[in-house]
């Protein structure tokens, strides 16, 4: 190597080291200028930078624009980064005879993916354009579909046979198989819809999907048949399987109800479906609920003096209608005693543990008034002595 060869690399040297200093006091320079704007923006939240409202509704926070224009400002920020060194790198790489070769290859990296990525874009503006119109118009059938069950709801607009409380979860049935349908058009215009990678991974999820919540769809197609099977609603008392209490929510896939001990207990769909349910609230408004409980009094007594004992107890026991008037069937004449059913009306389900334990009272306390006893004669004669089981104190 000659001595202009030697000069000339250092002169290339002095070049690169220039370059490199001219970069780096820029990225000084860039980094202070940003730091100015995200103090910048920081201080005007609350004065300049407000949350976007529209129609009293809150639609971005005035964290959150604050956060997206920050995040908007470090993006530029890496962008004019990336775009000094993709000036700087083939500089310094074209001072050098052993690299200049490598500044096309290089250039040649960087600009073709971005000219690819460039032309899909232009490509793919008209799908975009598709695909926003689909979604506008699957906003206003949405909102068109929530208005009619709306006024379905509210009484408004009467169909024969279709009860207002079908209106919500119809909706949503609607709402879904709109969404389905408006995603199954536009899914042939998403990037890479066709190509077998993501058909690999549709399938993939499809899979999942299937083998994961086969219980969970049970779950909501029976939910879906007790929706429009109205076995109940919410507030109702019912008895589900061996599980008694009041409904307090009702959805697709569980039933949640509360007892009289205040336990919640969630009942999936499937199984209330399969199960033989019993409301006692249904009718209660309409007919009365009839509340019944047996008692066993031997021969001796006369049968219309037990009918009125039963019902003058019925009568005084708070949550009973006074009409339609009680009532008492004689159930069993058996060997030594008959079993009386008194039968009382009540439009309070929900109070049926309190009203059986008030009208049981009642019952003891006027057969005690009257000097009868509640007992077979099966006690009687194995009993030791003939001492009455009638307290003395009525």
């Known amino acids: 190597m000659n001595l202009n060869e030697t000069e000339t690399i250092w002169l290339y040297v002095f070049y690169t080291i220039i370059a490199t200093i001219i970069l780096l006091v820029l990225y000084y320079f860039l980094n202070i200028i940003f730091n100015k704007f995200n103090n910048k923006i920081s201080s005007l939240k609350g004065s300049k930078i407000r949350s976007f409202t529209f129609r009293n509704f809150e639609l971005l926070t005035e964290d959150r624009l604050v956060g997206f224009i920050l995040w908007s400002l470090s993006a530029t920020r890496i962008i004019i980064i990336l775009f000094l060194l993709y000036f700087y790198i083939p500089l310094v790489f074209s001072f050098f005879p052993w690299t200049e070769n490598f500044v096309p290859t290089l250039l040649h990296y960087v600009i073709d993916p971005l000219k690819k990525v460039l032309f899909v874009i232009i490509d793919y503006v008209p799908k975009i354009f598709l695909i926003f119109i689909i979604m506008i118009i699957t906003k206003y059938i949405l909102r068109f579909t929530k208005f009619i069950f709306n006024e379905i709801s509210m009484g408004s607009i009467q169909i024969n046979g279709f009860y207002k409380d079908w209106a919500e979860p119809s909706y949503k049935l609607t709402r879904i198989l709109i ?50 099977m109205m076995p109940f609603k919410v507030g109702d008392r019912v008895k589900i399987s061996s599980t008694v209490g009041d409904v307090i929510e009702k959805n697709l896939l569980v039933i949640r109800v509360r007892t009289i001990k205040n336990e919640d207990i969630t009942i999936p769909s499937s199984m209330v479906l399969g199960s033989h349910i019993i409301n006692y609230s249904s009718s209660a408004d309409s007919y009365g609920l009839i509340l019944n409980q047996t008692i066993s009094i031997g021969y001796d007594t006369p ?23 009680p009532f008492v069937f004689q159930t069993q004449l058996n060997d030594f005693y008959v079993s009386y059913e008194i039968n009382a009306y009540t439009r309070q389900p929900n109070q049926m543990a309190n009203i059986y334990s008030e009208l049981n009272q009642n019952i003891r306390d006027s057969f005690n008034s009257a000097g009868v006893e509640i007992m077979s004669p099966h006690y009687t004669s194995i009993r030791n002595g003939n001492k009455s089981t009638i307290s003395s104190e009525v």
Request: aromatic share 10%.
């Open 179 to 228: 969404l389905a349908f408006a995603l199954i058009i536009i899914f042939p215009y998403l990037p890479g819809s066709g190509s077998p990678a993501f058909q690999g991974i549709s399938v993939f999820l499809g899979i999942l999907f299937s083998l994961g919540s086969s219980s969970a769809v049970a779950n909501m197609v029976s939910g879906i048949v007790l929706t429009y």
């Open 303 to 325: 049968w219309r003096s037990v009918h009125d004992l039963l019902i003058k107890s019925a009568l005084k026991t708070n949550g009973i209608l006074n009409e339609p008037i």
